[in-house]
């Protein structure tokens, strides 16, 4: 999969006419996706193939020394295997038996490809293949890129679901299931299957699971609703299989998780009243919740530099339900089939860009001074330095955000930094 | 391959990075893949920098891969140097990039930027970190100063005694350990004894300060894992001796000294160090309890060297365990244990380093942020020593590990983590007392913090030997903080001699047998 622009091909949206850039781009490779991706899938490891670069990337990018042994390591390359003097597919099974040796509960292992293994064109299906036989299906070996030449930060879960969405049961049912995809954290799956149950709708699986074997079966009864937005990769691997896309806007804010519940509602063929009667309370809340944030937010600027695909839904959130004023959004990628329920709803007057190029983008923030500016770790402290208040975007994908009761924490993620600038008598930030 | 659930060190270009970043007026080009970039919030946020490191990534992608990733290099080269305009450019490959052998350095040439660039060979899928920020110094100032070699022959410490002798101060880097206040700490020093700083670097320096390190009588090497080999280019080519003494520790400071009064031919009055507080706190009565905690020894070489010494001869502790990870300083690592009575631990594993504080059971770690977590794991106290470090071990207070005020700080710190000295004894004396109990922690640690936790018991996998009532009773009326250890070294000992019982007698015998 390349990073190419799948808009400009498809036709795009009136309302979404997006400033191409290339250039210097200041974001995590796919890799990244790990440290959200071993926490939810509980018995599987992940193994990078890779360099010591991708090691420190990790357990940096994650923030936090480990507290426990993790489920996540990378087979480091060295001279011996670039030279071909060791068989890298022998290295890699000796790995594989030393993972297993240390942890052998395991029920899967994920072989992540990285920026050196692409480029070495080491086979990781293969070798997928062949550890499967070789471990007589007791471990389940899947493969997917995580690398910086294919994938930014959040297309390593798509890439890692893909993979698995193609070794996925085959169902020949015929009733109709809802398959709602992407990684969410549980207590957030636990309250949305409670709301599909008073919607009606019963049969419902996620994925992925917490346990990597326990896999939904997939065939062309399934209908598919995505709860992260940037997953066109496993859509269309899915849909490959036979499964059919609910389009929907993402569940972020009272308004957003409103409209993801009806479309799958409107889906299973649940009546207005039915679904009204399900959603008001949960709304309500989320609407109460948010009133609170709603004057400290409105009329604030913000920007947004191209991170983690979404930033569309989260624009459209903070200007719609929040009274913010987007400025910039930049995004690193957009796939204008997955976004088609959210363009209608964005706002008018902003200035999207796709892809990046980090020293311009960062000269138009300090032109612009926006109240706000939504970025990576490693611009945060600059910015704020410079007299900037910034929200780190990593934290969107650490903290659950999505659903109604989610709807006030995500406006508490933006209110803070302002908050704090006003409680600060310490020195101007500007 | 090598298994790597977590690394002490980063990729060496990520060493390139820390030099350029404690630079002026220095830029690195980059030549990487996109996901790189992570390592601008080391600096950011470990550092809390308040801007990006002068870098500029490539960051390629797979469409790029062929003959377009070395024009991309070409145009990413322009763009940044009229972007920032930086007096020098180094030049570099990430690991991905050096497997595509486009070869910046040669690239780089073909651009005829009116600035030297410094073309840098980092090794990635050999070396690590450290020896990258080594190796980047190294070229960095061999380029500056190549022009200059062969105008100053003679050695400088000639007719030092007419004027004030100056040293350079080298090594000092972004993301090493309290090396911004070493640097403070030990210019006063030097200041007080009548000795100049020239120039330090990297940290803070220019371009036209890397051009002044000739004028210095000497060179203290501060971190030898970034500066020895820059240290001896400049001896051989410029005659200047090199100051080998790591000034961290009372001794360690007091043996600089006396270095720096050999080497430059003057008199330096035992006065200067006299304001140092360790010696007579480690002396007073009050840390009579300090005498044979036993501690383990873990960091990158310059850190585990010199805090050892410092362990064993002036806090009166007796080191248990001496590791590095910087393999490029094992071979001092190796005989500084052997001194010791030990066998040095040379490893970038941080699960074998685990294993050995388990089996070691000592009472107090000095290590890096890992072993800090290993020792919470395990219930033991800790402070931290080297880096890789946290942000909290980045502080706001002046806060230096060298040099009189360092050795002060040394004291504190490490003397934090363990029960003082009287309140141990309190706390033996009240210890049925109904507030002052077994789950009651000393007053100046907070809850979970320290040696006070008696260690849970699955924490190591022992197999269970039956205690008896009585054996049980008597091991409640032993201390709570040393009840853990003692109840271990029992079963250790019933297990030993194949008993599946304990009674008052086995616990006894094995009190006899482990008392030291």
């Known amino acids: ?430 | 391959m090598e298994l790597t659930l977590w690394t002490y060190e980063g990729p060496p270009h990520v060493g390139a990075i820390r030099i350029a970043a404690s630079m002026r007026d220095v830029h690195l080009v980059l030549h990487a893949p996109q996901g790189d970039t992570y390592a601008d919030l080391l600096f950011t946020m470990i550092e809390r920098d308040g801007k990006r490191p002068p870098v500029t990534y490539t960051t390629f992608q797979a469409r790029d891969l062929g003959a377009s990733t070395a024009e991309k290099f070409l145009n990413t080269l322009q763009s940044a140097y009229e972007h920032h305009k930086p007096g020098l450019i180094l030049v570099a490959d990430s690991c991905t990039a050096e497997l595509l052998q486009d070869q910046p350095g040669t690239l780089a040439e073909t651009a005829g930027l009116p600035v030297p660039v410094v073309a840098l060979e980092m090794a990635a899928y050999s070396r690590k970190e450290n020896w990258g920020a080594s190796e980047t110094f190294f070229h960095l100032v061999r380029a500056v100063l190549a022009g200059q070699r062969n105008s100053v022959a003679q050695n400088p410490v000639e007719g030092s005694a007419a004027r004030r002798p100056t040293v350079n101060l080298l090594g000092p880097s972004k993301l090493g350990f309290r090396c911004r206040d070493d640097v403070v700490e030990i210019s006063r020093l030097l200041q007080s004894v009548g000795i100049g700083v020239n120039v330090v670097a990297p940290l803070d320096a220019g371009i036209a300060d890397i051009m002044r390190i000739p004028e210095a009588d000497a060179n203290v090497c501060l971190y030898p894992e970034v500066a020895l080999e820059t240290c001896a280019w400049l001896e051989r080519n410029f005659g200047q001796p090199t100051i080998r003494t790591v000034p961290l520790g009372f001794g360690a400071t007091q043996d600089f000294l006396a270095e720096l009064a050999g080497v430059l031919k003057i008199d330096i009055s035992a006065d200067a160090v006299a304001d140092c507080r360790l010696p007579w706190y480690s002396r007073s009565v009050d840390s009579t309890y300090l005498t044979g905690k036993r501690v383990f020894v873990f960091g990158d070489g310059t850190h585990a060297l010199t805090c050892a010494r410092v362990a064993q001869q002036e806090m009166g502790f007796e080191v248990v365990g001496l590791g590095t990870y910087s393999r490029e300083m094992a071979r001092d690592v190796r005989a500084a244990a052997r001194e010791l009575g030990l066998e040095a631990l040379i490893t970038d594993d941080h699960m074998v380093v685990e294993e050995a504080v388990s089996e070691l059971r000592p009472e107090l770690v000095l290590g890096t942020q890992m072993e800090r977590h290993i020792a919470k794991r395990l219930g033991i106290g800790c402070a931290v020593i080297s880096t890789p470090a946290h942000v909290q071990d980045y502080p706001a207070r002046f806060s230096p590990q060298m040099g009189v005020e360092g050795a002060n700080v040394l004291f504190d710190t490490w003397v934090h983590p363990l029960i003082m000295g009287l309140e141990e004894h309190l706390l033996h004396m009240f210890r049925d007392d109904f507030e002052f109990n077994d789950h009651a922690a000393p007053s100046h640690l907070g809850h979970g913090e320290g040696t006070l936790m008696e260690v849970e018991d699955n924490v190591i996998a022992m197999p269970r030997i039956r205690w008896e009532d009585g054996a049980e009773k008597e091991l409640k009326k032993i201390p709570f903080f040393v009840r853990g250890k003692a109840r271990r070294n029992t079963e250790r000992y019933a297990e030993e001699r194949g008993l599946t019982a304990i009674d008052i007698e086995t616990l006894y015998e094995a009190k006899a047998h482990f008392s030291r």
């Open chain 1, 1 to 430: 999969m390349t990073v190419e622009v799948i808009a400009a091909s498809t036709g795009t949206p009136e309302r979404f006419q997006p400033l191409q850039e290339r250039g210097q781009r200041a974001v995590f490779c796919g890799l990244t996706s790990i440290i959200w991706l071993h926490r939810k899938i509980q018995d599987a490891f992940f193994l990078v193939v890779g360099s010591r670069t991708c090691a420190h990337l990790i357990q940096s990018a994650a923030g936090v020394m480990i507290f426990a042994e993790p489920r996540f390591g990378t087979a480091v390359l060295g001279d011996r295997d670039l030279a071909g003097m060791a068989d890298c597919n022998d290295e890699l099974d000796r790995v594989v038996a030393q993972v297993l040796e240390r942890r052998p509960e395991l029920k899967s292992i994920f072989l992540v490809g990285s920026c050196p293994s692409e480029v070495i064109k080491l086979d990781l299906d293969n070798a997928a293949g062949r550890l499967s036989r070789a471990y007589d299906g007791q471990v389940r070996f899947v493969a997917y890129s995580g690398s910086g030449i294919e994938t930014t930060f959040t297309q390593g879960e798509d890439n890692c679901l893909a993979s698995l969405a193609a070794g996925l049961p085959v169902t020949t049912a015929t009733d109709e299931r809802l398959l709602v995809v992407g990684t969410i954290p549980d207590i957030v799956e636990d309250q949305f299957r409670r709301l599909f149950t008073q919607l009606g709708i019963g049969d419902v699986d996620f994925f992925p699971g917490s346990q990597s074997t326990d896999l939904p079966a997939v065939g062309a009864n399934t209908r598919l609703l995505l709860a992260q937005p940037f997953l066109g990769e496993t859509l269309r691997a899915l849909e490959s299989r036979g499964a059919t896309l609910i389009s929907a806007p993402f569940p972020m804010g009272a308004e957003g998780s409103d409209g993801w519940f009806r479309a799958a509602a409107d889906a299973f063929g649940i009546d207005s009243q039915t679904q009204t009667t399900a959603l008001r309370a949960p709304r309500q809340r989320a609407e109460a919740a948010l009133s609170k944030y709603r004057e400290e937010l409105t009329g604030k600027s913000f920007t947004m530099l191209p991170d983690s695909q979404l930033e569309i839904p989260l624009a459209r959130f903070l200007s719609r339900e929040c009274g913010m004023t987007p400025r910039e959004v930049g995004t690193p990628f957009f796939d204008a089939r997955v976004m088609a329920a959210e363009v209608p709803l964005l706002p008018e007057g902003v200035d999207w860009v796709e892809g990046q190029d980090l020293d311009p983008a960062l000269d138009r923030v300090r032109s612009v001074r926006p109240d706000l500016t939504v970025c990576g770790l490693g611009i945060a402290n600059p910015l704020e330095a410079e007299g900037l208040r910034t929200k780190w975007s990593i934290e969107l994908l650490f903290t659950p955000i999505q659903g109604f009761e989610q709807a006030g924490d995500l406006a508490e993620l933006f209110a803070r930094p302002l908050r704090r600038e006003q409680a600060l008598k310490v020195g101007s930030w500007s």
